[in-house]
């Protein structure tokens, strides 16, 4: 049995994702996820803050230790758009390597967006037999491959990989909107004004028109996001107390849902924001950000509901490195 990391180094947290694998099935030892903020005011430095970079090493020393602890073989940690961004990354990798000894891999929108895509895809295609086969038969369909884009919205930039079910991939967008960017950009920190709102929801119409242009060929596919924004609207969807990974993986959301949600945070202050349930307090001041990036998504592909995986770029990586 092999036991193999993942590690993703985000713009808003980093996370950790530990398996087994033998006799060709992956099992799911150990998932966890900090909010780190390592992008925090990229937008207007283009550096990583050193506050951001302290939680982001002590963050991976502890996960470093979670794989010791779980006698770990493999591991593989990525960065992603914040390390794109940043002038000073080589400092940050050096100051990394020189407290845990881990080497970062640097990786470009394109590749982030493949990993995620198969972490998905995959990740759907071999659940257990016990998950409902109703939610999942249009992945299953032995006839023929729908077509599916899934898309991700971090902190610093969105991915989206255009595809089928069978994990063939006709293209990779990584579009620079993040929920943390594109918040400090536009919206106040305690509260979003609505003329603040529109500019920003004009904003990100604009980019989306001068990044994806014609889509025609993708108005019938099915969306399945992931990651931070789209996990935490559905938490909030459900009312939920304490995270409950099960029940978010597969969920499906209609746009008119999202948009009550995004209603209810654009009215409340920061503070306010923080007791709504099933959103971490650490997320309140960017997930109304966050929000309006997923509909403006879903208003531009035409599609009405988005489905929520809770397997994402960590899954990939793991596939990635077991040739699975």
């Known amino acids: 049995m092999a036991k193999i990391a993942a590690i993703d180094i985000g713009t808003n947290s980093t996370?950790?994702?530990?398996?087994?694998?033998?006799?060709?099935?992956?099992s799911t030892l150990k998932r966890e996820m900090v909010i780190t903020r390592l992008g925090k005011n990229i937008e207007s430095t283009n550096s990583m803050q050193e506050d951001g970079i302290k939680k982001t090493i002590e963050a991976l020393s502890g996960y470093l230790e979670l794989c010791r602890q779980h006698k770990v073989e493999k591991i593989r940690a990525v960065g992603t758009s914040v390390?794109?961004?940043?002038?000073?990354?080589?400092?940050?990798?050096?100051?990394?390597?020189?407290?845990?000894?881990?080497?970062?891999?640097?990786?470009?929108g394109q590749e982030e967006a493949k990993l995620c895509f198969e972490g998905v895809v995959k990740s759907l295609q071999y659940l257990d037999k016990t998950v409902s086969k109703i939610k999942y038969s249009f992945l299953r369909s032995k006839k023929e491959s729908k077509k599916l884009?899934?898309?991700?919205?971090?902190?610093?930039?969105?991915?989206?990989?255009?595809?089928?079910?069978?994990?063939?991939?006709?293209n990779i967008k990584?579009?620079?909107?993040?929920?943390v960017t594109i918040s400090e950009k536009f919206?106040?920190?305690?509260?979003?004004?609505?003329?603040?709102?529109?500019?920003m929801n004009n904003h990100i119409t604009?980019?989306?028109?001068?990044?994806?242009?014609?889509i025609d060929s993708y108005k019938d596919a099915i969306i399945i996001g992931v990651a931070g924004t789209v996990s935490t609207i559905g938490s909030i969807f459900l009312g939920m107390e304490k995270y409950e990974r099960e029940k978010l993986n597969g969920l499906i959301i209609s746009i008119e849902d999202i948009k009550n949600i995004f209603n209810q945070l654009s009215?409340?202050?920061?503070?306010?924001?923080?007791?709504?349930?099933?959103?971490?307090?650490?997320?309140a001041d960017i997930i109304t950000g966050g929000t309006a990036i997923l509909l403006a998504f879903l208003n531009y592909f035409g599609?009405?509901?988005i489905m929520v995986s809770e397997h994402d770029i960590l899954d990939g990586i793991i596939y990635s490195l077991c040739n699975f």
């Not at 996370?15 to 006799?23: K, V």
């Not at 009215?267 to 997320?283: A, I, M, T, W």
């Open 15 to 26: 996370r950790l994702l530990i398996t087994s694998f033998i006799h060709n099935k992956i």
């Open 83 to 108: 390390f794109r961004r940043a002038g000073n990354r080589k400092y940050f990798l050096k100051r990394a390597y020189e407290k845990t000894g881990l080497k970062i891999d640097i990786i470009s």
């Open 149 to 170: 884009i899934v898309l991700d919205i971090g902190g610093g930039s969105s991915e989206l990989v255009f595809g089928k079910s069978d994990c063939s991939i006709s």
């Open 174 to 179: 990584s579009i620079e909107l993040g929920s």
């Open 187 to 199: 919206l106040n920190a305690d509260k979003a004004y609505p003329q603040d709102i529109s500019l």
């Open 206 to 214: 604009e980019i989306l028109k001068k990044e994806l242009g014609d």
């Open 267 to 283: 009215c409340l202050s920061l503070e306010d924001r923080k007791r709504v349930k099933g959103l971490q307090p650490e997320r």
């Open 303 to 305: 599609t009405a509901r």
